[in-house]
């Protein structure tokens, strides 16, 4: 694709005077990716029809696809190149990268979030544990730009919206001052995710080999391997053993007594070798869980407002920025009238052959739950919320409602947590 070319030729040349300093290189990437305005005149199909009638493509940096579905090479130079990432789910995964360049958004949006992660202490050179806080979270749309940055001052997540999603990549090579690469999970580790040692995969097939076979003493070997494990692969351990218990046919169980005891037990074991930093663990895998849960619910709903509502929780922990990313995507519309008539819809919507009531997950949504709803949303109390109701709806018709059962049901609700989470006095 000559306009790829073009790009890439114009980017060498300019870095070259610069003497390929990376500190600029970002800043020179999305100066030439505004230039070149490449998503008006090349659409993301043409390079998937280009791929397909080429006997041989320029060398390829992901030829297994490890990152993009598919990741296309269209311009490869000594010190830099430039591919297509094609998309076809969203992933909330926050990551941050050890090369640095600039994309842009070909087709499709995304939400963007950008992360500080204050560290508190580093484990080991592949594991640490620290506070996460959100920066900046944003919609992304066709022809947006963002530098990246290597390292930790580039700590972010991209949630395809659309599938698929497209976008133009320019980016160095992987650069040793940038390592480890971390992903992060919130709320409080950073693991390097490319770390490999054979023993530890070997452990983790046959953690696999023994859940499968449902082994009689899956669980005491577990326990045994746990009593002497380092705290990153106890991480790998019960991730493994988690991904198992809430993924396979067993584990949709997972809500009974049996496997969340089961993982309990293995829990506690950590907790006794590493003591309070296996509090994170706690609180990172109740954080998956939730996340899990929200993205089931996204697969009941084909609405494209609805999974944008979705989308949304699934991203971003906290009611105002929600709010704004509701504004910037619906301008003319109050963003909590916007939430009060989804949550409707979802209460409305059957889902078939699962054991929840709908895709809002909560039985008996009424009239009474989006006012008390709606008050929380607008900030009111708990008090006010209550006399709110009992003054719109009667003494009569509300004598027999449990208003304070129903707040407490919204704020413990999979979907509402972000958004009403924290009582106000």
């Known amino acids: ?129 620290g506070k996460m806080r959100l920066k900046v979270c944003e919609l992304l749309k066709v022809g947006d730009i963002q530098e990246i940055l290597a390292g930790r001052q580039y700590i972010h997540s991209l949630f395809h919206l659309d599938q698929p999603s497209v976008t133009i990549v320019v980016r160095t090579d992987k650069s040793p001052l940038h390592r480890p690469q971390f992903s992060y999970h919130k709320p409080s580790i950073a693991l390097d995710p490319f770390f490999d040692h054979e023993t530890t995969t070997k452990h983790l097939q046959s953690i696999r080999a023994l859940l499968i076979s449902k082994h009689p003493d899956t669980d005491r070997m577990l326990s045994t391997l746990l009593e002497s494990s380092d705290f990153q692969t106890s991480i790998a351990i019960l991730t493994t053993v988690r991904e198992f218990l809430s993924g396979s046919p067993f584990g949709q169980l997972f809500n009974l007594e049996g496997p969340a005891e089961r993982f309990k037990r293995l829990l506690e074991v950590v907790s006794r070798r590493h003591g309070p930093k296996a509090e994170n663990l706690s609180a990172v895998f109740r954080h998956r869980d939730r996340v899990n849960e929200i993205v089931r619910r996204r697969n009941y709903v084909t609405d494209p407002e609805h999974r944008f509502f979705f989308a949304l929780l699934l991203n971003v922990d906290d009611k105002d920025p929600i709010l704004r990313l509701i504004s910037t995507r619906f301008p003319d519309f109050d963003p909590v009238s916007k939430i009060l008539d989804w949550s409707y819809d979802l209460a409305q919507t059957r889902v078939v052959g699962v054991s929840i009531p709908n895709a809002l997950g909560l039985e008996d949504f009424n009239d009474f739950d989006l006012s008390l709803l709606e008050d929380l949303l607008r900030g009111r109390s708990d008090a006010e919320a209550r006399e709110r109701v009992m003054t719109e709806y009667g003494s009569e018709r509300t004598a027999a409602i449990d208003l304070d059962g129903k707040l407490a049901r919204l704020r413990e609700s999979v979907i509402f947590q972000p958004l009403v989470s924290e009582p106000t006095s």
């Open 1 to 129: 694709m000559e306009l790829f070319q073009k790009l890439g030729a114009e980017i060498e040349g300019a870095w070259r005077e610069q003497n390929f300093n990376e500190d600029i290189f970002p800043g020179l990437a999305a100066e030439a990716l505004l230039r070149a305005d490449l998503p008006s005149k090349v659409a993301a199909w043409d390079v998937i029809e280009w791929t397909l009638q080429q006997t041989e493509l320029p060398p390829q940096k992901d030829p297994h696809a490890n990152f993009g579905e598919p990741p296309i090479t269209l311009y490869s130079g000594p010190r830099f190149y430039i591919d297509v990432y094609f998309w076809l789910d969203g992933t909330t995964q926050v990551h941050q990268h050890a090369f640095c360049g600039a994309f842009q958004v070909l087709l499709g949006s995304s939400i963007h979030s950008w992360y500080e992660f204050e560290r508190t202490e580093s484990v080991n050179v592949f594991t640490e544990i």
